[in-house]
C-alpha cells in the first residue's frame, strides 16, 4: 500500500510564499518520479511540476517556472513544493503523485504517468 498525504496549504495574499509537503509511506519511498498537479473550480487537473527519481531532474510548467521550486528530504521521505510570488490564478487543490513503475530519469508531466495520488491539499490566494 502507498499512501501520500499533502498539507500545507491554506489562505495566502498575492505575493506571498507556501511550502506543500507530499509526505509519502507505505511499500515505497520519495526516491521514485513524482509529480505536484493542480485542480481549479471548473478546470481540468493540470500539471505544475515533476521530479525524477534521483531528484536530478526537475520539469516546471511555465506557468510557474521561476516561482515554484521542488525539494525532498530523503530522510522523512517527503517531497516539498514550494509556492512563491503566488497569484491568483494559482488557487487550486493541489495534488502529489507517484509513478509506482520502473523509475526513469525522466520528470514526468501527464497525468496518466503516474499511479499514485494524495487526497489534495487547497490553496487560495486572494488578491
Known amino acids: 500500500q502507498v499512501q501520500l498525504v499533502e498539507s500545507g496549504g491554506g489562505l495566502a495574499q498575492a505575493g506571498d510564499s507556501l511550502r506543500l509537503s507530499c509526505a509519502v509511506s507505505?511499500?515505497?519511498?520519495?526516491?521514485?518520479?513524482m509529480g505536484w498537479f493542480r485542480q481549479a473550480p471548473g478546470k481540468e487537473r493540470e500539471f505544475v511540476a515533476a521530479?525524477?527519481?534521483?531528484?536530478?531532474?526537475?520539469n516546471f510548467a511555465d506557468s510557474v517556472k521561476d516561482r515554484f521550486t521542488l525539494s525532498r528530504d530523503n530522510v522523512k521521505n517527503t517531497l516539498y513544493l514550494e509556492l512563491n510570488s503566488l497569484k491568483p490564478e494559482d488557487t487550486a487543490v493541489y495534488f502529489c503523485?507517484?509513478?509506482?513503475?520502473?523509475?526513469?530519469?525522466?520528470?514526468?508531466?501527464?497525468?496518466?504517468?503516474?499511479?499514485?495520488w494524495g487526497q489534495g491539499t487547497q490553496v487560495t490566494v486572494s488578491s
Open positions: 507505505g511499500r515505497t519511498s520519495v526516491k521514485q518520479n
Open positions: 503523485a507517484q509513478r509506482e513503475r520502473t523509475r526513469s530519469g525522466t520528470a514526468f508531466t501527464r497525468a496518466e504517468d503516474y499511479d499514485y
Open positions: 521530479i525524477n527519481w534521483s531528484g536530478g531532474i526537475t
